[in-house]
């Protein structure tokens, strides 16, 4: 699909609105009680795997390898449960975003809820569910508008570290 229209000058108000949410889930890593920044970007580059979108998944590897994260975890993250390369944590985060890209699948439950509260607190929770579902929305936008993998050019602006 040849990309179809530039979605930020059509709406620029409406991805202002986006742009807004990744300023609090860059605020999520950056304070004391935070997400921490590779956990992040694992869920988005996750999320991005189960959508098929590969403008953001070119994005996010670009961002995360930059961030110290291995080759090896990256190309196991589509099989994260037959690996030993991932926490607790980190498993309990993929389950949860599987679970809500995926929602339709009625895999949330209580038991997936109370697994993924042993590892972040109410606040985190809501904060994740918030990540999610922002990079569902922009895989949403990317491949209904053709956004092309290979476009993104990383910037030191967005160095999370």
């Not at 605020?27 to 869920?43: G, M, P």
């Not at 979108?53 to 291995?70: G, I, K, P, V, Y």
């Not at 099989?79 to 599987?98: G, I, S, Y």
């Not at 092309?148 to 999370?160: F, H, N, P, V």
Request: proline share 1%.
């Amino acid at each position: 699909m040849r990309e179809q229209f530039n979605y930020f000058q059509a709406s620029p108000k409406a991805m202002d609105t986006m742009l807004q949410m990744e300023e609090y889930i860059t605020s999520c890593h950056q304070t004391k009680k935070s997400l921490d920044y590779k956990l992040i970007e694992l869920v988005k580059m996750r999320v991005s795997q189960i959508n098929g979108c590969a403008f953001c998944l070119d994005m996010h590897s670009q961002d995360t390898r930059a961030n110290n994260e291995s080759e090896q975890r990256l190309y196991t993250l589509s099989v994260w449960r037959e690996t030993p390369f991932f926490t607790e944590k980190e498993r309990a985060a993929l389950a949860w975003a599987e679970a809500i890209t995926l929602i339709t699948n009625n895999v949330m439950n209580e038991q997936l809820f109370n697994d993924t509260l042993k590892h972040f607190d109410e606040e985190q929770i809501v904060d994740l569910t918030l990540v999610i579902n922002a990079i569902n929305a922009w895989n949403r936008f990317a491949i209904s508008f053709g956004k092309k993998a290979g476009s993104y050019k990383r910037s030191t602006l967005t160095d999370q570290k």
